[in-house]
Every structure is written in structure tokens, then in C-alpha cells.
């Protein structure tokens, strides 16, 4: 189980088992670079599809700000 940066408890994810999602981007080139991303009502998980153990789990508001801080900068 994964424990969150910051938290002391593990956080249980509601969903068992969990939908993994492949990146789109992982498809293409050499694929060496694959992220898996499965969703709960209140968590963001995610792992290496090559390496399936390890798990970050991060609160949905932070996955959000995440994504939103690595789109481009728009003019």
C-alpha cells in the first residue's frame, strides 16, 4: 500500500482492484517511458507498467494541479 508524501497513514483506495490506464504516449517510440494512472473518487494513483509494485497515490485537487502545471503555456 502506498503512503502519500507528507501523510503517516496509508491511504486505502476505495477501489479494489483498481482500472489502470496506460499513457497515450506511452504507444509510442520505444516505449520505455510507460505510466499507468487508475482513479478513485478522491485519489489519483499511479505506477510504472513496467513496474507494477511501487504506487505514487496523490489527493485528486494535487493530480490536477500537476497536470495543469505541465501543459504548455498558452499565448
Not at 489502470?20 to 517510440?29: D, E, L, P, Q
Request: net charge negative; with cysteine.
Amino acid at each position: 500500500m502506498a503512503v502519500p508524501q507528507g501523510q503517516e497513514t496509508p491511504v486505502v483506495l476505495d477501489r479494489d482492484p483498481l482500472v489502470w490506464v496506460k499513457s497515450s504516449a506511452s504507444s509510442s517510440g520505444s516505449g520505455a517511458e510507460c505510466v499507468e494512472v487508475a482513479t478513485t473518487e478522491s485519489h489519483v494513483a499511479v505506477r510504472d507498467s513496467k513496474d507494477p509494485g511501487p504506487t505514487i497515490v496523490v489527493p485528486g485537487r494535487s493530480w490536477q494541479a500537476f497536470l495543469f502545471s505541465a501543459l504548455p503555456a498558452r499565448r
